[in-house]
């Protein structure tokens, strides 16, 4: 099953990605998790509107999710695609 949990802080502003038919439109941001080692990966995600409407830059959030992989000219682009999302506590550990 390809499911991902993750709790981080999103670091970038959330930009318009692409539209699906006419009326879903789905946004991107890039989310900052530490690992237990210590070391921080910096993964880019993708929401659909209906769930991203109540964060912006710098909220700390829960998120569950698929990994999503789709061929761009010739170069793999792999993205967490948000199914949940939900704010934490700032002092809450992250997942990853």
Sequence with gaps: MNQIKIRGVITSPIEFDYRFGKWEKFYKFMLSSKRLSGIVDVLP?????????????????????????????????????????STCNDDAEDYN
Aim: hydrophobic share 40%; with cysteine; glycine share 2%.
């Design 45 to 85: 995600c993708c929401v659909s509107e209906r769930l991203i409407s109540n964060f912006s830059t710098w909220d700390v959030v829960s998120i569950v999710g698929e990994i999503r992989t789709r061929n761009v000219n010739r170069h793999l682009e792999i993205k967490i695609f948000v199914k949940e999302i």
